[in-house]
């Protein structure tokens, strides 16, 4: 291969190896019913590991009822949940894709609409629809913003009740067949609401300084990796800063992360923001591509860890030049695969890291080479006519 795509060079972590560098982001579908994965989660994550990243990572799947976002989350508080999750990784096994599953615990930004509702709390008008709201939980008695609920405190059994619950889930994902577990630690959930002091006015051990703040995310990564298999890579993502006065900062995500890496934390996935709203359903004025790589880059050469760098990142040379500058070691994509579920094999293409159509399905490229050639030999003759 001639290709000097880093991008597509491999990767090993742990015992797993991945065949490139780019991953499909969590991305909630909010089409669960009480937790259960059914024939769309397959086919939406199916189609994506058909296309070429090689890490799949489910929505957000919750380790406890009552730390789903909104009514339609996935969970894997139950055996059951598991054993439906099980067809979709080894689906995407089947595809060369690692499957992996982001563990989530929503706090107190449970309790949602779906986006298609409206984002916010749930209310009365979403209760003609079943959809009751339900009590939430946060390390203190704030709530997200005006109208939002408001959390109960969490006392220090729900806060070890939660750690086992995300040990629990981790046996259960190993079991299904996922290959790498991501606890999400960004995005104002739970865990990073307990880091961030906008939301965190604890006084206990749970809560005050920085060290304290993060005992419960760094007590949950334990015993996640604990009972994740030792072989298997264990990622945590953060939101590197909180973006708002007085939030997290990226100094304390760069301490954090080392604190993670002594816990046997193998890469951490950097997004930001979501601590007083949604981090990417967010109003304000439009990011800049690639505007969180720099949060990948820093935490990589202050902890010497491995980043995955997420958000906005558009073109194939774009998701090149952050590894090949060595930026981070991994890129996640979004929304652009929900635009392109190919974009990881299209992105082969255009680097020349795959001429032949060779990285695609057989059943796919097999067409796709030969159609290549007639597409060629019409164009010349267009322009010798
Ligand atoms: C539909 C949708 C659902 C999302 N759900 C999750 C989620 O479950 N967990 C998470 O950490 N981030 C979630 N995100 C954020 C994405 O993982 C990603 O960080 C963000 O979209 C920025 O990447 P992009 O610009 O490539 O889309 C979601 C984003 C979208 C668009």
Not at 16 to 39: E, F, H, K, T
Request: aromatic share 6%; net charge negative; hydrophobic share 45%.
């Amino acid at each position: 291969m001639s290709s000097q795509s880093q991008l597509f060079e491999p990767l090993q972590i742990r015992g797993v190896s991945l065949p490139n560098r780019l991953v499909i982001s969590p991305m909630c579908q909010y089409s669960a019913d009480d937790g259960l994965a059914n024939d769309w989660h397959l086919a939406h994550l199916g189609k994506l590991a058909q296309g070429g990243a090689a890490v799949v990572f489910t929505e957000a799947v919750a380790v406890q009822r009552r730390g789903r976002i909104t009514h339609g989350d996935l969970g894997i508080w139950a055996d059951a949940q598991a054993q439906a999750l099980a067809g979709i990784a080894r689906f995407i096994s089947s595809m060369g894709s690692v499957p992996a599953i982001q563990l989530a615990h929503a706090g107190r930004k449970a309790s949602m609409q779906r986006p298609w509702h409206g984002n916010g709390p749930l209310d009365d008008s979403d209760r003609a629809r079943g959809d009751e709201p339900w009590p939430v939980v946060g390390p203190s008695a704030i709530a997200l913003g005006e109208g939002w609920l408001v959390p109960s405190e969490m006392t220090q059994a729900e806060i070890a009740q939660v750690v086992e619950d995300f040990a629990a889930a981790a046996r259960r994902a190993d079991n299904a067949g996922f290959g790498i577990a991501e606890v999400h630690a960004a995005h104002g959930y739970l865990a990073a609401s307990f880091l961030s002091p906008i939301s965190n006015h604890r006084t206990d051990i749970y809560g005050g300084d920085r060290a304290g703040r993060s005992r419960m995310l760094l007590e949950t990564a334990e015993a996640v990796r604990a009972a994740w298999p030792h072989d298997k890579p264990l990622f945590v993502r953060v939101s590197a800063v909180d973006g708002a006065p007085q939030g997290w900062s990226l100094e304390d995500t760069v301490a954090l992360a080392k604190d993670l890496k002594g816990l046997g934390v193998d890469v951490i996935d950097c997004s930001s923001g979501g601590i007083l709203g949604s981090a990417t359903a967010a109003k304000g004025p439009p990011p800049q591509p690639g505007f969180q790589v720099p949060y990948a880059q820093a935490v990589k050469e202050e902890t010497g860890l491995m980043t995955q760098a997420v958000g906005f990142v558009l073109t194939p040379h774009q998701a090149e030049d952050i590894v090949a500058k060595g930026q981070a070691d991994l890129v996640a994509i979004g929304r652009e695969a929900l635009d392109d579920p190919n974009w990881p094999l299209h992105a082969a293409l255009a680097l020349d890291a795959d001429q032949a159509w060779e990285h695609w399905p057989v059943q796919y490229g097999w067409w796709l080479s030969r159609r290549a050639k007639v597409l060629q030999a019409l164009r010349e003759t267009t322009t010798t006519a």
